[in-house]
């Protein structure tokens, strides 16, 4: 369903929130407040309700609920004198009063999540970051690391991630999360830097309660999935790197890298999440030169909705900054290294370092010019296979 109310649009599948066809970039719990206030607008909700819905239940103070309620009316242009969209009911909760109208859409994206339903749940680290992580499918355990920008329930349905996703579930139980400031996650972090996103991993391994899985490292996702199995390889059963490296943009030596890694970000300072911005379709056009449209709106749309452009940029700062390279010979675990040839965002010479250097690691390359091969390409085929045949082999 699409809500709309005066000129405000808001798509619960999407995280998508517009007013005049511009999106309004929300916090997932403001946006979480705001779609539980308007699927309930016939009547008032309680403040019980509200964090059961939004928090799942987990303790909440008056003051948290109080600023996304507040950030929530601002996001609709509504205050707390006026209240023309959001009401304060005395004693009751909080009811959405200004006049809705549903359309009906695709059931495309329900579908598509449908097919494995994914449980979505919750973990604070030791710093008081909520993180969230999901289960998906059954079987022997595959983590996923999170990735630069990750969404768990927008890549669930998505036509970038969606189709991978579901492929993994099919023979395993997939975990995935969302790291701090970025999805379903907390967004106000004060600490964003390499050492707390291995701390974020490390938060929801332990509270997932799964003892030994295979991991998955894409992007620089690699880079924790490397350090973590190299430190305890009594846990990890298998290890793939699909797209990865072990050196950020400002580690590997090269002027031209580090003068990269300073434009992209100067860039993404300017223009994230701006609809109007060259930077958009840039952006897709350097991950998924190869995509078709429906793939680069869901990658552009994927800026406002999965962070913010602060976000963004620190955590885009804390990959650049990665190094561990020194952690790649001490790597025991079976180790199966997948890399696009002509993609722009990792080199190929990065791929080739880390499987160079982990014992017996096998490398496969694959025929794309694509950060991640998508599923209409011949090679996704190949890269699916190639992995499920590593992790349902007797090692």
């Known amino acids: 369903m699409i809500y709309r109310f005066g000129e405000f649009t808001l798509d619960p599948l999407t995280y998508d929130l517009q007013c005049a066809g511009e999106p309004i970039p929300v916090e997932p719990q403001v946006f979480g407040v705001l779609n539980f206030l308007i699927e309930n607008h016939d009547r008032a909700v309680s403040r ?48 959405f009063v200004a006049a809705v109208t549903v359309d009906a859409t695709s059931t495309t994206a329900e579908s598509v999540a449908a097919e494995t339903p994914q449980t979505i749940r919750y973990c604070t680290t030791a710093d008081g970051v909520q993180l969230a992580y999901s289960f998906a499918g059954s079987g022997p355990t595959l983590l996923k690391v999170a990735n630069w920008i990750n969404h768990l329930e927008f890549d669930w349905t998505s036509p970038m991630w969606r189709h991978l996703l579901h492929e993994f579930a099919r023979y395993r139980q997939l975990l995935r999360y969302d790291s701090r400031g970025a999805g379903l996650s907390d967004w106000e972090v004060g600490d964003i830097s390499y050492d707390r996103l291995v701390d974020d991993f490390e938060a929801v391994i332990e509270a997932s309660g799964v003892e030994t899985f295979a991991l998955l490292g894409i992007s620089q996702g690699a880079a924790i999935a490397i350090d973590y199995a190299a430190r305890n390889p009594e846990r990890v059963t298998h290890l793939v790197l699909w797209g990865g490296f072990a050196r ?55 800026q406002r909705i999965a962070t913010s452009p602060d976000n963004a940029v620190r955590l885009r700062e804390a990959i650049d900054n990665l190094d561990v390279s020194e952690q790649l010979a001490k790597v025991q675990t079976p180790t199966l290294v997948l890399h696009s040839q002509r993609e ?19 490398f496969v390359a694959l025929d794309s010019a694509n950060h991640l091969v998508l599923h209409q390409e011949p090679e996704w085929r190949r890269a699916v296979d190639e992995i499920e045949a590593f992790l349902t082999s007797e090692l």
């Open 248 to 302: 950020g943009r400002r580690k590997r030596g090269n002027p031209e890298d580090q003068a990269e890694s300073e434009a992209f970000i100067t860039l993404m300072r300017q223009g994230w999440g701006k609809e109007a911005s060259p930077f958009r379709q840039m952006f897709a056009s350097l991950y998924m030169p190869e995509a078709e449209d429906a793939q680069i709106k869901w990658w552009t749309d994927m």
């Open 344 to 362: 722009q965002v990792s080199p190929l010479s990065e791929a080739r370092f880390m499987a160079a250097r982990i014992p017996n690691a096998k």
């Open 48 to 95: 019980d309700e509200l964090i059961d819905a939004v928090w799942d239940g987990r303790i909440v103070s008056d003051a948290t609920l109080s600023s996304r309620i507040s950030a929530a009316r601002t996001a609709v242009g509504d205050t707390g004198r006026d209240q023309n969209i959001i009401r304060t009911i005395p004693r009751r909760g909080f009811r």
